[in-house]
């Protein structure tokens, strides 16, 4: 593991090298497993196997051996894309995304089973020789197929696969897989052309990637998905329902929907659905260039586990879980506005504002807070534009920032996320700077405990 003050301590990433897509977020036993889209051999995206760690608490985790690995031939010799990991009949498998070298954006849909389904590490695996779905539906002008995300409805199973079309739609398909090594295409869910989709996402993405949907204990369905536009774009979810339908087999009704992270800095988000409640994971991707990457041996991390429910308006309440409380300090470094307190590589900050407020993290991130127009601006030194999102006006707004090495994660009052990336030069040492309203609460925590090992 680098030792670099960009490096994320906390947060799951390998050792060294690549990672971009979480996979298969998963409960077996007393341990939550991390999956992950991982070059074990460079810091560029290529040879991707699928790397894995798991954890008691989602706050500390430990590395695990390689869990899917390209085998020569297969449906998979090019790369184990993204997926996600199911309970069948009390035996782990994997869905994923195999792809050959000659793809062109079209995977197939490949299962692997829990080598000892008594382990609880997990620590092996066995892919099925074939594919169960050797390619997207005959007769749909489909050119980008991948990522399948396994879910159940009325005690039936589904999947939904990410699709773009040849004419520049996006859409999700849905695949009847009750028993998983039988897929039936059932039509399509959603697509780019639907207006709800169109007003919160518009037109710009060719594809829909890593599509995922939750519900909530309200019962409210949330349909995620990542915005492909020839590279990876930006993210965003709708909310709505999930009906039966005669023709389709299930139907997405839209309600409302937005940015799912208005950050520059996240993608591919996976979702765990728990009985209470439904944790999300996602990639933050270097915002440095690919030399600085392959000098510093690592590229890559995923996002601290966040909880994600709706508000009765229909938009999206994100938070961080409150299991990460742990990793802090026993007693807070800063308690109060003010300049000058040095900031450490990793920690957790929270200030609630009562009239514009200024925090300023280091030279690298400036946040303005303004609880009466419930406006928070997010300035990153280098970028000409600031990010700024809108959340409910009122007398106060709380905004709680994570902050491990290079990867900021900003909380605006459970309505809007920001995921910067940040880069310390050498010799930094940045300082906690909160200006413009005394009444402004603070308090900041280090985070410690063990890391990633």
Known sequence: MSLDSNAPRFRVRPPANWIN????????????????????????????HWGHASSRDLARWQHHPIALTPTPGGPDEAGCWSGCVVDDDGVPTAVYTGIDHHHTGLGTICLARAADP??????????????????????????????????????????????????????????????????????VLLDGDDPVAVDAFGDKAVGWECPQVLVTQGGDWVLLVSLWDGDPSATGYLTGSLEPSPEHGLWF?????????????????????????????????????????????????????????????????????????????????ATEPGTGTRLPDAYDLTVTARAVTTVRLGEGLTLRIDPGTGTLTVRRAGRPAPVEVRVARGAELNVRVLVDGSL??????????????????????????????????????????????
């Not at 892919?127 to 050119?143: A, K, W």
């Not at 409805?153 to 079309?165: I, K, T």
């Open 118 to 187: 008594g382990d609880p590490a997990l620590t092996g695996w066995k892919p099925l020789p074939e594919p169960v779905v050797p390619g997207p539906p005959p007769g749909l002008d489909v050119v980008m197929f991948r990522d399948p995300f396994v879910f159940r409805h009325a005690g039936r199973r589904w999947a939904l696969v990410g699709a773009g079309h040849a004419d520049g739609t996006p859409s999700v398909l849905l695949y009847d897989c009750d028993d998983l090594t039988d897929w039936r295409f059932a039509g």
């Open 408 to 453: 900021y994660e900003v909380f605006a009052d459970g309505r809007a996320v920001v995921t910067e990336r940040v880069y310390r030069g050498p010799g930094d040492a940045p300082r906690l700077t909160v200006t413009g309203a005394a009444a402004a609460t603070v308090a900041a925590w280090e985070l410690v405990g063990p890391t990633l090992n």
């Open 253 to 333: 009704t839209a309600r409302t929907g937005g940015p799912l992270d208005h950050g520059r800095d996240f993608y591919a988000p996976a979702v765990l659905q728990e009985p209470e409640r439904a944790l999300m994971w996602g990639w933050s991707w270097e915002s440095r260039g690919p030399g600085e990457a392959e000098r510093a041996g690592w590229a890559g991390v995923l996002t601290a586990p966040r909880v994600v429910d709706v508000h009765t308006d229909g938009s999206l309440r994100i938070l961080p879980a409150p299991e990460l409380d742990s990793l802090r300090a026993p007693e807070p470094f």
């Open 21 to 48: 897509d979480p996979n298969g977020p998963f409960r077996w036993g007393d341990r939550y497993h991390l999956f992950y889209q991982h070059n074990p051999h460079a810091p560029v995206h290529a040879d991707v």
